[in-house]
């Protein structure tokens, strides 16, 4: 098959965890680059032998350009991935994709009337362990699920807010709300909040919680706390912060049923070890005793992107949808709107009913 060539715009660290997952799959090759500061495009694309563009419209023109892989600040994402798809690109976008549910809701119109695929990067539903969990769960072993705990407990350096988690960038967008949208919920809890979708097949339909700024000088909130109803009726709990003093291997996913248990470790510290405890025998599993399944790590930009391609070409199910962006936003959006209002905020799933 011909080679699908990705452009990228956005050259800042997560285009380089994309870029090397680009090169790792015989079907993809980095055909060019663009970001506001030139030199940075020209190292990414130097790097991996592709052209560095003057300018978003340029990269859109190239004929070499087949997929379009987006990592902006956050209020940049939509408005890109709608030009891109408008240029007749293929779209590979960071989450959060956008910024309010319509917004999301019409980039996955949009990209059905053009006959583009568009594919949100919430990416640690890729993983083997993710996988395993949603086996499971969704196979009975936990019998039905009663309560999940979400921690997205973190340490950040203080530099974060102006240049981002590897420093590369000199821009305090993520400190701003018009142009980051929200703070530690957003930016790192909305994965997990995916996660517990993509793991039990329940959706968050009400949410009561508090956010607050408490160690930050910033206009997102670095702290948080929810309780969320789900679907089935269980529910579940956040908490989040984003300068917890020493805070290590604490992103996690606890998932109760009234069968048994499964934890899921924090993605960037044991990505590979699944505990679960059973109250009954499960297949092979026994019962009665913590076992932690070594199930192997997973590079989850390289299987986000295999599975891009697969949708591509063999019309498979694309490992994410814009539809699973929009209902992870709406539960951000509602956590935010319970904080402001005090009130139970119902969460609007009508992106379910279309």
Not at 2 to 30: K, S
Request: charged share 25%; net charge negative; aromatic share 4%.
């Amino acid at each position: 098959m011909t080679r699908l060539g990705i452009g990228t715009v956005g050259c800042g660290g997560a285009a380089e965890d994309m870029a090397a997952a680009i090169e790792q799959l015989p079907e993809t090759y980095v055909a060019a680059a663009y970001d506001t500061l030139p030199e940075r495009a020209r190292a990414l694309a130097q790097a991996h032998g592709a052209k560095a563009h003057r300018s978003v419209e340029e990269l859109f023109a190239d004929r070499t350009v087949d997929v379009v892989y987006i990592a902006l600040p956050h209020h940049l994402l939509a408005p890109t991935a709608m030009a891109a798809l408008a240029a007749g690109k293929h779209v590979l976008v960071e989450k959060p994709m956008a910024l309010d549910v319509e917004t999301a809701r019409e980039l996955e119109r949009l990209a059905a009337e053009r006959g583009r695929l568009i594919v949100p990067v919430l990416e640690l539903r890729t993983s083997a362990v993710a996988r395993e969990a949603r086996r499971l769960v969704t196979g009975g072993a936990i019998g039905e699920v009663t309560s999940v705990r979400i921690r997205t407990v973190i340490d950040k350096p203080a530099t974060y807010w102006q240049s981002g988690p590897r420093g590369l960038v000199n821009d305090s967008w993520r400190a701003r709300r018009a142009e980051a949208g929200g703070g530690v919920v957003l930016m790192n809890s909305i994965h997990q909040l995916d996660l517990v979708r993509y793991v039990t097949g329940h959706s968050f339909v009400r949410a009561s919680a508090e956010i607050a700024t408490l160690h930050a000088d910033v206009e997102v909130e670095d702290s948080a706390a929810a309780v969320l109803r789900l679907s089935n009726g269980g529910i579940a709990s956040l908490a989040a912060a984003a300068h917890s003093p020493g805070a290590t291997d604490e992103e996690r996913l606890e998932i109760d049923g009234t069968e048994g248990r499964i934890d899921l470790p924090d993605p960037s510290r044991n990505p590979g070890a699944l505990r679960v405890f059973l109250r009954r025998r499960w297949e092979e599993l026994p019962a009665g005793r913590k076992l932690d399944l070594d199930i192997g790590e997973t590079d989850t930009y390289l299987e986000l992107l295999r599975g891009f391609v697969l949708a591509l070409t063999e019309n498979k199910p694309p490992p994410v949808t814009a539809r699973d962006a929009a209902k992870a936003l709406a539960t951000v959006l509602a956590i935010y709107e319970s904080s402001t209002t005090g009130r139970a905020v119902d969460i609007d799933h009508a992106a379910e009913r279309q």
